[in-house]
């Protein structure tokens, strides 16, 4: 672990995140060491274990939550670009996701964590096509961190994401948001499988599930960004919130959606105008106050995540989960 903590000394150093009543402070906190987007990643199916009743599906910690999430919270503004509304909820995921392991990290060693997985049906292995060429199996903290360090990359990259007002995004921008919302699920899975244990002991169960439902409710339920068949290891948890269903309905269905306007990089397809039409249609008229599951400020000036007038907020920001 040693190794792990020598690499995380910057990004939340001596900040503090609050939810509501909630404050914690950071201990560790993660380097900016560039990593490439990688080609693809190896996922190893066993012999699952949801057989078996998971803690955190039980009653008692399945509905805690800090205030209410709410898919009008994600749901695109009228007159805000979709590219920059997707780009500023990820970036804002990513640095829920660091604070919340931030206060776990201690708990997910070389010892207890040998490798990255999601309970006994699913393990992770690395592939970034330049430290690692090959999908390598590593300990869990090692991934994490790998992990964290290639998003910060990517999210502070202007030429994948501007900052200026008005600056294009790249066309691959799309490839990139569903790559890294997928990888930053994968340690939502871990958390919840492996360090449920430490996150009741914590008192951190009301957090974990308000940035996780927001994180879901953004990057699956409306704009479908993440497969189906990456859920699979949080099922439980999202049918015990009445959110399988739609994701199960809208996948094919919606799911393309975002791809068929960030960009116009699609083909006109049969049916394109129709899907484009529902999508307009669906934005709320009045842009919603804060879609943090806390109904914090977004960024340091107060504002809206996305606007075509302010700029992104950057991960380096303090988070509030």
């Known amino acids: 672990m040693s190794k792990i903590r020598s690499k995380v000394p910057a990004l939340l150093e001596g900040k503090t995140f609050s939810l509501d009543d909630t404050a914690y402070s950071e201990k560790e906190v993660y380097n900016k060491e560039t990593l490439r987007s990688p080609k693809r990643e190896e996922i190893w199916k066993g012999r699952s274990d949801r057989g078996r009743r998971f803690s955190f599906v039980k009653p008692k910690y399945v509905h805690q939550t800090i205030g209410a999430s709410s898919i009008e919270d994600v749901k695109l503004p009228h007159n805000v670009e979709l590219e920059e509304w997707l780009a500023n909820h990820t970036v804002e995921a990513f640095n829920q996701l660091v604070a919340l392991y931030g206060t776990l990290c201690d708990h997910c060693t070389e010892d207890t964590c040998p490798t990255m997985c999601a309970g006994a049906g699913f393990r992770y292995a690395w592939r970034d096509g330049v430290y690692y060429r090959k999908a390598t199996e590593l300990p869990a903290p090692d991934y994490i961190v790998t992990l964290f360090e290639w998003a910060e990359a990517k999210l502070t990259d202007p030429k994948l994401f501007p900052t200026k007002s ?51 409710l953004f990057s699956v339920v409306e704009f479908n960004l993440i497969r189906v068949e990456e859920l699979e290891p949080m099922k439980d948890l999202l049918m015990a919130w009445k959110l399988w269903g739609k994701i199960v309905n809208r996948n094919g269905k919606e799911g393309k959606k975002a791809e068929m306007i960030v960009g116009n990089t699609s083909p006109r397809k049969k049916g394109h105008r129709r899907i484009r039409s529902r999508v307009n249609s669906s934005v709320t008229q009045s842009p919603p106050s804060s879609p943090s599951p806390s109904g914090g400020n977004r960024s340091r000036s107060g504002s809206r995540p996305a606007s075509r007038s302010g700029s992104r907020r950057s991960p380096n920001s303090s988070p509030s989960p």
Do not use: W
């Open 166 to 216: 008005g600056a294009k995004f790249h066309p691959d921008i799309l490839k990139e948001l569903k790559q890294i919302l997928k990888r930053l699920f994968r340690v939502y899975a871990h958390l919840y499988h492996s360090h449920f244990t430490e996150v009741r002991k914590e008192n951190m169960a009301a957090a974990l599930n308000s940035c996780f439902k927001y994180f879901i």
